[in-house]
C-alpha cells in the first residue's frame, strides 16, 4: 500500500470532486483528512476521515458520522509529499 494509517492527505481528484459537489453540494477537492482505516481487498482500500463535515459516512463506526468517504491512491496525495514537491519546484 502506498500509504498507512494514521497518514495526512489532501484529496486531488478533481473529476470524483466534481461529481461529489453535484449529489452533496460539498467539494472534496483540497480537503485534508487522516487515513482511519485500510483494507486491501477493496476498489477504495483507504478510509478517510475529513477534518470537516462532508456529507459523507462514518467509514464502518471508525470515524465521525457525515465525515468519511473511502478513496483509492490515484484520489489523494499525502502531506508530507505536497510539501516535498513544493520545496523541490520552488
Known amino acids: 500500500m502506498k500509504y498507512k494509517i494514521g ?4 484529496y486531488t481528484d478533481k473529476k470524483h470532486s466534481n461529481e461529489w459537489k453535484k449529489t452533496y453540494g460539498i ?3 483540497g480537503k485534508i483528512g487522516k487515513i482511519i482505516y485500510i483494507d486491501k481487498n477493496l476498489y477504495w482500500p483507504y478510509t478517510i476521515e475529513f477534518k470537516e463535515f462532508i456529507n459523507g459516512h462514518d467509514g464502518r463506526r471508525k470515524g ?20 516535498l514537491k513544493k520545496l523541490i519546484y520552488n
Open 64 to 83: 465521525k458520522k457525515g465525515y468519511c468517504e473511502w478513496c483509492e491512491d490515484k484520489e489523494i496525495i499525502s502531506l508530507d509529499q505536497l510539501k
Open 27 to 29: 467539494s472534496l477537492y
Open 7 to 10: 497518514d495526512w492527505i489532501i
